[in-house]
């Protein structure tokens, strides 16, 4: 059984930092993607960033670019997600996604096992 488990959410004011974790049990993903997904209230879900292949390459939204680093740790099936500069507007819950696809997707339909989110709340 494919399991994903977050941690690492929080409060924290503008500016600050987090660091989401996300442990992967039952399958490797070293050759498929690991995404980081998040839905702020009434409103969809949205791509942050992913990561795929066991040199790491990435790909993040726009409005994170340089702010949020994504990484893995193969060794231990995990994957994180470094927040810094956060904003208001990075308030939501943060979901860990895998997927069977190759390629670096942004999309949600594309990752077949989620976990159960970890919220992150900015305040101003």
């Known amino acids: 059984q494919v399991q994903l488990v977050e941690s690492g959410g929080g409060s924290v004011q503008a500016g600050g930092s987090l660091r989401l974790s996300c442990v992967v049990s039952?399958?490797?993903?070293?050759?498929?993607?690991v995404g980081w997904f998040r839905q702020a209230s009434g409103k969809e879900r949205e791509f942050v960033a992913t990561?795929?292949?066991?040199?790491?390459?990435?790909r993040y939204r726009d409005s994170v670019k340089g702010r949020f680093t994504i990484s893995k740790d193969n060794a231990k099936n995990t994957v994180h997600l470094q927040m810094n500069s956060l904003k208001p507007e990075d308030t939501a819950i943060y979901y860990c996604?895998?997927?069977?696809?190759?390629?670096?997707?942004?999309?949600?339909?594309?990752?077949?096992?989620w976990g159960q989110g970890t919220q992150v709340t900015v305040s101003s």
């Open positions: 039952g399958r490797t993903f070293s050759a498929h993607p």
């Open positions: 990561i795929i292949g066991s040199g790491g390459m990435t």
């Open positions: 996604a895998g997927s069977v696809a190759s390629s670096l997707s942004a999309t949600p339909g594309d990752y077949h096992y």
